[in-house]
């Protein structure tokens, strides 16, 4: 095992996919998720809590759209559907408005537009989390976080994937909003990674959110390692956690 790899929110592979992203988007940081609605879902919950409001474009993804109407009410979260001006969004805040989500273009196949930058310098005035799907735009013809907007999501089995192999969903945005989108995601849940063979340190990824004398009390120290054997040989496995006791 040459190579590292960590468990859960963390690790070498999915740490690459959001450099790039970030890079592509010309932000600092981001968190990968398994589908672009999971990486929609936890970025709108990670800035609205029970009792705030949420603004939404009509011309949203089915999925996002059915996100709103089928989850955020049962979490105490109010929210709007509004038409796609730009003017529209902004005339619909009111004073418990935490989040704007929109998507430009959008409502495929009609490819609606606004103007994320009026709609981004709004929210910033009144202290507004914008989100804004990206994923028919991609990288290359638009930049949303260059216009303002805080938080860029992708949907990775579109353009970004190209021969419709991947299925992931990513979120960029600055280091600060990553930390709170990331805490969100273990929240939820996550994953413990492929088919590949892990060694991760369970007091920092699975009970990561437990405190340090609750995980004593339990048998999770800081020293214990939990080993998921994958499918890769046994006899390269054997050889490689071998060469690594004895470095």
Do not use: W
């Not at 790899?5 to 690790?11: F, L, N, P, Q, S």
């Not at 592979?13 to 970030?22: I, S």
């Not at 409001?53 to 089928?70: C, E, I, Q």
Request: charged share 20%; with cysteine; proline share 2%.
């Amino acid at each position: 095992m040459k190579k590292e790899t960590k468990c859960v929110h963390t690790g070498s592979y999915r740490d690459v996919v959001v450099n790039k992203l970030a890079a592509l988007e010309e932000t600092e940081d981001g968190v990968l998720f398994s589908s672009g609605m999971a990486a929609m879902s936890t970025s709108v919950m990670s800035f609205a809590r029970s009792g705030d409001h949420v603004v939404m474009r009509n011309a949203l993804y089915g999925g996002t759209h059915a996100f709103a109407t089928y989850l955020l009410d049962r979490l105490g979260i109010h929210y709007n559907f509004t038409a796609t001006g730009s003017d529209a969004v902004c005339s619909i805040v009111n004073d418990r408005t935490k989040v704007i989500v929109k998507e430009s273009p959008t409502n495929n196949p009609l490819m609606d537009i606004i103007d994320i930058r009026k709609v981004a310098r709004f929210a910033k005035t009144r202290g507004i989390t914008s989100i804004i799907d990206n994923t028919f735009a991609t990288p290359v013809n638009q930049n949303p976080i260059k216009l303002g907007i805080d938080i860029v999501v992708h949907s990775g089995t579109k353009y970004l994937g190209g021969h419709s192999d991947i299925c992931c969903g990513i979120a960029v945005t600055s280091s600060k909003n990553t930390r709170h989108i990331r805490t969100t995601a273990r929240h939820l849940g996550g994953s413990l990674g492929g088919v590949e063979t892990t060694i991760c340190s369970p007091a920092t990824t699975s009970h990561a959110k437990i405190s340090a004398e609750e995980r004593k009390r339990v048998g999770i120290t800081d020293s214990l390692l939990r080993l998921s054997a994958g499918i890769e040989h046994v006899e390269d496995l054997v050889a490689d956690l071998d060469q690594t006791l004895n470095s």
